[in-house]
């Protein structure tokens, strides 16, 4: 039986309304390789964002946080800070593709290696939701690797798991380096990245 909450409620109808949102804008796409439902993994990266005992504000970030990059762009950016507010929106620019989010795709590693450049100077609530966010799709790579092996990583835009690899091990430097910026629940959350990271062998 859960402990009884404070007497306002940590999450108010925005969260629920986000929630809907989210669903509404990913209900057609799939999680890579598979049958689940994209939302899946925003739920999962809003719940770590929400263990690590966060904001509101950084919970509807997390469930909004691919809604500009997946085909949203700019306009759902409007959207976003008309209906969440500038913190939210905020939040979901910073972990969005720049490169995608206006213009055609640039190449994976120009991708990659921009969202990297670009940790350094993430406020610690978009830090919080782009480490939620990496480590939902750890937990996953990992899984699937368990069952798969190195058949998974055709799924993957490169195709290589060493490029998986390298990547996953330079975001964990990258969210090293501000570790001091992540709050008591993210230093919790940067360790079990860590953990899953090591399994993969990057």
């Known amino acids: ?12 109808d925005r969260f629920a309304d986000a929630v809907a949102y989210a669903e509404r804008h990913h209900r057609r796409q799939l999680r890579k390789g598979t049958r689940v439902p994209y939302v899946a993994h925003l739920l999962a990266v809003a719940a770590i964002v929400l263990e690590m005992e ?14 500009v ?11 976003i800070t008309a ?3 500038d913190d939210v929106a905020r939040i979901v620019l910073a972990n969005s593709d720049s490169t995608t989010v206006e213009g055609p795709k640039a190449p994976w590693h120009e991708r990659k ?14 830090l919080r939701v782009s480490l939620a966010d990496k480590l939902h799709n750890a937990r996953t790579i990992a ?28 975001l964990l430097a990258a969210f090293e380096a501000r570790r001091d910026d992540l709050g008591d629940g993210g230093r ?6 860590a953990r899953v990271i090591a399994e993969l062998g990057a």
């Open 1 to 12: 039986m859960p402990d009884a909450g404070p007497d306002a409620p940590l999450l108010t």
């Open 54 to 67: 966060t904001t509101e504000d950084e919970a509807i970030g997390a469930l909004l946080h691919d809604v």
């Open 69 to 79: 990059e997946d085909g949203g762009g700019m306009a759902a950016h409007a959207e």
């Open 83 to 85: 209906r969440f507010g």
């Open 113 to 126: 290696q921009a969202y990297l450049d670009a940790m350094a100077h993430k406020a610690p609530d978009e």
């Open 143 to 170: 899984a699937d690797h368990r069952r798969l092996g190195e058949d998974l990583w055709p799924r993957f835009t490169t195709g290589r798991g060493e490029d998986v690899r390298w990547y996953y091990g330079a």
């Open 188 to 193: 919790r959350t940067l360790d079990e990245l």
